[in-house]
């Protein structure tokens, strides 16, 4: 079965750090991290290429660091010095040349 599964979020004070991680079950050629709070569009936060190319949200800049395990089929998102407003649901995207599949999500809540 082709999928995505992510894992990693929790609650976590202002100023505090979270890793998420993220499977899939196929060789991607392109994964990414997008965030969805409610009541607002669904945001790319970075993405990461085959090549090691990555793309950062200005609003993560300095903040955030994508990488991945290519042997595993893993994609990792180091959160540090997380603000309330980072606070969503954080969705992984894996990209091959026949498959697009999105995760069910995980939660990430930065709050006092």
């Known amino acids: 079965q082709v999928q995505v599964v992510e894992s990693g979020g929790g609650l976590v004070q202002p100023g505090g750090s979270l890793k998420l991680s993220c499977t899939a079950s196929f060789r991607p050629y392109y994964m990414a991290w997008y965030r969805q709070a409610p009541g607002k569009q669904r945001e790319l936060v970075a993405g990461?290429?085959?090549?090691?190319?990555?793309y950062f949200v200005d609003s993560v800049k300095g903040r955030f660091t994508i990488s991945r395990d290519v042997a595993k089929n893993t994609l990792y998102l180091q959160m540090n010095s997380l603000k309330p407003e980072d606070t969503a649901v954080y969705l992984c995207y894996a990209v091959d040349s026949q498959t697009a599949r999105w995760g069910q999500g995980t939660q990430v809540t930065v709050s006092s």
């Open positions: 990461i290429s085959d090549s090691g190319s990555t």
